[in-house]
Nanobody, 124 residues
Framework: QVQLVESGGGLVQAGGSLRLSCAVS????????MGWFRQAPGKEQDLVAA????????YYADSVKGRFTISRDNAKSTMFLQMNSLKPEDTALYYC?????????????????WGQGTQVTVSS
């Protein structure tokens, strides 16, 4: 059974930082691309960042480029999202997900396992 568990969310003031983690079990972590998504109340789920299976290729949404960094530790089956210079508009439920293959994808339907999410709230 594949499980993804996010952690690291919380309440932070604008300009602050948080580091999200996503621990994966039940599959060969190093064989799959991964992604971080977020969903704010009343809005669609958006891809924030993605990374290929070996960590050599990354993608960022324009809204977070230069502020967020995605990374992974394949030895520990864990993915990270370092979030700096946080803004109130970053407030959302953040999810991690595994893709169907090793290639980075920005297509939501190609992610087939999802975590439960961790809440990030940025106050102004």
């Amino acid at each position: 059974q594949v499980q993804l568990v996010e952690s690291g969310g919380g309440l932070v003031q604008a300009g602050g930082s948080l580091r999200l983690s996503c621990a994966v079990s039940g599959r060969t972590f190093s064989s799959y691309a991964m992604g971080w998504f977020r969903q704010a109340p009343g809005k669609e789920q958006d891809l924030v960042a993605a990374i290929n299976s070996n960590g050599g290729i990354t993608y960022y949404a324009d809204s977070v480029k230069g502020r967020f960094t995605i990374s992974r530790d394949n030895a520990k089956s864990t993915m990270f999202l370092q979030m700096n210079s946080l803004k109130p508009e970053d407030t959302a439920l953040y999810y991690c997900a595994t893709a169907q293959g090793n290639v980075l994808t920005t297509t939501n339907i190609r992610y087939n396992y999802w975590g439960q999410g961790t809440q990030v709230t940025v106050s102004s």
